[in-house]
């Protein structure tokens, strides 16, 4: 059975990615049918099987949907490695957008922002948003910016609204170097024309205030959503009202 499974023609060479602190996934470099392959391994001890299928959810809809994405060679069980696993044809070229915190040239890194919120717009358009906006989640490969990491991608039937996308984009911003914050308003109007959408100086204010927070969201390294005081107090009705049912019945 285990010869006549696909994923017996896969070659591991070697882990470029260990997620080792939260033991949840494993990121391979290999081969299958001797082609170029980038493995994502799913390894958590209780939840693998739902990571997996999620993450092969998303990623049936972003392809369905026309965004682009490395092909899935082969999604399911692979008996070598006892995991439930992705096969991505591996994307040769520049690489991911990690070298925007590092490349020394102003305008290069601003060129860089903008490809990357092109890209979210598209997705945006499409009712996909990326939750994980490391710049390690997009690639680009002979001129053309790749979506990666289907994992927490949060998928709709329509395209998203406003709000939503500007979260996500101040999301993204927030994980460019702190400079990004000075061509927010230059960001933010690539983005909305993008959407076909005006920015006028309410949604400019809302980008700006979104940023904010989650700079102050991520240097709290509270592990939590920080939802601010109207989520507090939405949290302590719904807890109010379950102490008061309980205390009823
Ligand atoms: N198809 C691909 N072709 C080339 N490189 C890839 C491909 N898929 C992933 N990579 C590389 O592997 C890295 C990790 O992949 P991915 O983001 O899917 O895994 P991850 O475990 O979720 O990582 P992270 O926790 O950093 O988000 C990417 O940043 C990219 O450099
Ligand atoms: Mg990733």
Not at 26 to 55: E, M, Q, T
Not at 59 to 75: M, Q, T, W
Not at 138 to 144: A, I, K, N, R
Not at 198 to 209: E, G, P, T, V
Request: glycine residues 8%; contains cysteine; aromatic residues 12%.
């Amino acid at each position: 059975m285990t010869a006549n499974c696909p994923a017996a023609n896969l070659v591991i060479d070697a882990p470029i990615k260990t997620n080792k602190d939260r033991g949840t996934r494993v990121v391979y470099r290999g081969r299958y049918y001797g082609r170029p392959v980038i493995v994502k391994a799913y390894s958590h001890p209780f939840k693998r099987r739902i990571d997996w299928f999620l993450c092969h959810y998303h990623g049936r809809v972003l392809r369905r949907r026309g965004v682009p994405a490395p092909d899935i060679h082969y999604s399911g069980y692979a008996p070598s490695l006892k995991r439930y696993v992705i096969i991505y044809e591996h994307l040769a070229g520049d690489g991911d957008f990690y070298w925007i915190r590092t490349e020394p040239e102003r305008s290069r890194r601003l060129v860089g922002y903008m490809k990357l919120v092109r890209l979210l717009a598209v997705m945006h358009g499409k009712g996909i948003a990326q939750k994980d906006t490391t710049p390690g989640n997009f690639l680009e490969s002979d001129g053309t910016i790749y979506a990666l990491d289907e994992d927490r991608m949060d998928v709709r039937p329509w395209p998203r609204g406003k709000r939503a996308s500007l979260d996500n984009l101040a999301s993204l911003i927030t994980q460019f170097p702190p400079e990004a914050r000075d061509d927010t308003d230059r960001i933010g109007e690539v983005y909305m024309k993008e959407r076909g959408w005006d920015m006028d100086d309410r949604w400019r204010q809302y980008l700006a205030r979104r940023i904010d927070k989650f700079r102050a969201w991520r240097s709290n390294k509270r592990g939590f959503y920080y939802t601010g005081y109207r989520g507090a107090l939405v949290m302590a009705a719904i807890g109010l009202a379950f102490i008061g049912l309980w205390l009823l019945v």
